[in-house]
């Protein structure tokens, strides 16, 4: 069965700072990632997806994310994070591209 | 911008009623998903509709769960006997194609009493 992990439950980093948020996927040679992020009392906004092909993918709002398989990683960078990213991020897989199986999620808090 | 709506954004009810959820997609998507998150909890998939039949389902989606496209727009969940474990945020999504990324609406909190 798919399992995506994200060790991190809070993070919180000063503004201007970076910011990696980790995650892991245990399914499928060629799998269907994503990256959401969830403000609170919003839905989930897609920030960016990995098919295949450059495993360096960028986003909306300045994010990028790198696919690394030989780690089973997903990991979700911003050089510099602002206090409006303050949020929920949701890393996600996808089988076939039906299915989306979620991780637990990271609370990211930006400290001024 | 196109986006996903639904409607109630709160939907407050008694355990053993019924309830239906609504769901507009973005207009030209053929794949409709429903999705749940219970408080404190991950995002579980529900069920996926493609064609006018339910593609795929998960354990959760049993008996008391049904979807429904009545109309060009609109894609419903419809729970028959609400339980206190259904109280959940609950996210429509929608897709272009089976491998496309997936939209999602804003959400219909649902709290059963």
């Known amino acids: 069965a798919q399992s995506v992990t994200q060790p991190d439950i809070h993070i919180t980093v000063s503004e201007g700072a970076s910011l990696e948020l980790r995650c892991n996927y245990s399914y499928g040679a060629t799998p269907y990632l994503f990256w959401y992020v969830q403000s609170p009392g919003q839905g989930l906004q897609l920030l960016l997806k990995y098919f295949s092909g450059d495993t360096l993918v960028q986003g909306i709002k300045g994010f990028e994310a790198e696919f690394k398989r030989s780690q089973s990683s997903f990991n979700l960078r911003k050089p510099s994070v602002h206090w409006s990213d303050a949020a929920e991020y949701f890393c996600?897989?996808?089988?076939?591209?039906?299915?989306?199986?979620f991780g637990g999620g990271t609370r990211l808090m930006v400290k001024p | 911008e196109p986006e996903v709506t639904q409607t109630p954004s709160h939907q407050v009810t008694q355990m053993g009623q019924e309830v239906i959820l609504r769901c507009v997609p973005i207009?030209?998507?053929?794949?409709f998903y429903w999705y749940r998150q219970i408080l404190g909890q991950k995002v579980e998939f529900l069920v996926s509709f493609y064609n006018n039949e339910i593609s795929e389902k998960s354990e959760i989606f049993d008996d008391q769960f049904s979807v429904e496209r009545p109309d060009g727009s609109n894609f419903t969940l419809k729970i028959r006997s609400t339980k206190l474990e259904d109280s959940a945020m609950y996210f429509c999504?929608?897709?272009?194609?089976?491998?496309?990324?997936?939209?999602f609406g804003p959400g219909t909190r649902l709290t059963v009493t």
């Open positions: 996600a897989e996808g089988h076939a591209g039906n299915m989306l199986t």
């Open positions: 999504a929608s897709s272009l194609r089976v491998d496309y990324e997936q939209y």
């Open positions: 207009s030209n998507h053929l794949y």
